[in-house]
C-alpha cells in the first residue's frame, strides 16, 4: 500500500498523468493478486486512481 500512496504522491510534473494512472492500477492489481487488499479495497484505489486522472482532463477543469 506504501508503493501505491508513493505513486500517488508523485508531483504531476514529474509524471505523465496516463502513466501515473496506468501504474497505480497495476499496483493495486497486483497487491490484489497477493491478497493484500480485499476487492473492495481494490474498487476504492481504483476510483482514487480515476478521479486523479479526471483532475488533469481540461474538460474537468484539469491543467490539461
Known amino acids: 500500500m506504501t508503493a501505491w500512496r508513493d505513486l500517488f504522491a508523485v508531483a504531476d510534473n514529474k509524471m505523465d498523468a496516463e502513466d501515473k494512472y496506468f501504474g497505480l ?16 479495497e481494490w474498487v476504492l484505489l481504483v476510483k482514487e486512481a480515476g478521479t486523479l486522472l479526471a483532475s488533469t482532463a481540461e474538460c474537468m477543469g484539469g491543467k490539461g
Open 25 to 40: 492500477l497495476r499496483r493495486a492489481d497486483a497487491m490484489e493478486l497477493a491478497e493484500l487488499i480485499t476487492s473492495d
